[in-house]
């Protein structure tokens, strides 16, 4: 087994612990190891994605004053059929989008996303 050395922020540790003692591991590394194959799974999940593809993108993002998402929903506007926008505590949003397109669209559209790395959550749930 490799070992790989990483630097984590206070918040990324205290998020490893609490994947530690939520799924009751016996160590950090079996808290990455949990996270690497939770991560593994939607990129596998959106891999089997072909042809047409529908269901809901459910996404909150922080700062409701930065214009990202609508930039997003503008450049995607034929692939989102409904969606709905609203404002959270502590400046945050939640955008939820009813989606229909192409699965290649839909990559393009989740990438966009992640590489804007400006939502803290994000899930495509396929319908």
Known sequence: MGIVS??????????LE??????GLNGRSEAVRASLNAA???????EEFEGIVEGVL???RRNHDD???IRLQAKHEASIKTQMHS???????LEVMIVS?????LR?????????GKADYMKFVRG
Do not use: G
Request: aromatic fraction near 4%; glycine fraction near 0%.
């Open 6 to 15: 990483i630097s984590l922020n206070d918040d990324n540790l205290e998020a």
């Open 18 to 23: 609490k994947i530690q003692k939520t799924y």
């Open 40 to 46: 593994l799974s939607d990129i596998r999940d959106e």
């Open 58 to 60: 459910v996404i909150v």
């Open 67 to 69: 214009p990202w998402m």
């Open 87 to 93: 404002h959270l505590k502590d400046h945050k949003c």
């Open 101 to 105: 397109c192409e699965a290649s669209e």
């Open 108 to 116: 393009v559209m989740l990438n966009d996303i992640r590489a804007e």
